[in-house]
């Protein structure tokens, strides 16, 4: 991977940002599942896609600016918020993600103009982290995993990023299961 600082071994993004504890102790309102991450990389369009993709019409980001196929695995607590729409999905060593629910829907996503893309010539980028999908029946239990996409924006913040074409998005098909 060559997003320096911006990719965490958590998650795909936001490793320099304040964070959720991985447990969920610090995860605002009621935990409602503790569930190991991991996803695939895949091209726009992909029909595991639909529904999902905030933005189909932005390019998949190139080679250069080092997305990995593979996220590597990560735990994630997802809670739910006062509100019967409220919820939050933390990780360890990064900015919750806020957002909306609606039935098993959940749709969260966190932004930052901090990224640094070491390989598009130290270019500043801004960054929108997007994850959104099915939390999978549990029966009377919380709920038993996650179906869904992350899908990692960048844009520049300030000008060309040197041999990386910004904007562009990195997209994930992702699962969750009780760890």
Known sequence: MRLAPVLAPALAALATLAACDEGGADCPGDEAAELAFSGTRVPSGDPSLTGLDPDPSLPDCEAAVGHPDLLPSFPGTISFGPSAQAVTLCRAGARPMFGLRSGDRIDVETATDGAVLRDCGGCPARL?????????????????????????????????????????????????GVP
Do not use: M
């Open 128 to 176: 929108r982290l997007v994850a959104a999908g099915d939390l999978l029946p549990g029966g009377a239990a919380p709920p038993a995993g996650f179906d869904g996409a992350l899908v990692e924006i960048l844009s520049s913040a300030d000008g060309p990023c040197g041999a990386c074409v910004l904007p562009c998005a990195a997209r994930y098909a992702i699962t969750g």
